[in-house]
């Protein structure tokens, strides 16, 4: 069963549209019930690429870190969005931990409202 917070693999667009890469995003809430979408942020390795405002780190020394499947440390791109249909989702890989999921929503909302 799919939840916010998990982290899984999908097909993730490239923001001019040509295609999309393999990689674990984070679902971070259902878009839409009625068709299954998921609201996702893109999770990456390059953390030199990261807004240092809106992107969350995740590393080695997190408590939630050996949950999230990740295997190196990475950034949760804020700043990378998409709204996938669940049938794309590959596999869950794991979960960062509740109340990093909510902080990561509340920055998401704090840079929506430009806060």
Do not use: H
């Not at 674990?24 to 990261?50: E, G, K």
């Not at 499947?69 to 969005?81: A, D, N, T, Y």
């Amino acid at each position: 069963m799919k939840r916010a917070g998990q982290i899984v693999v999908t097909p993730f667009p490239y923001t001019d549209l040509s295609g999309a890469k393999l990689r674990p995003v984070l679902l971070l809430r259902q878009a839409s019930p009625r068709f299954d979408d998921w609201l996702v942020c893109m999770v990456s390795s390059q953390l030199q690429q990261a807004e240092t405002d809106l992107d969350e780190w995740i590393g080695a020394a997190d408590a939630d870190y050996v949950g999230s499947g990740l295997k190196v440390p990475s950034v949760l791109r804020l700043s990378r969005l998409a709204v996938v249909d669940a049938a794309v989702l590959v596999g869950a890989i794991g979960e960062i931990s509740p109340a990093r999921l909510l902080t990561v929503r509340q920055r998401l909302a704090n840079w929506v409202a430009g806060v």
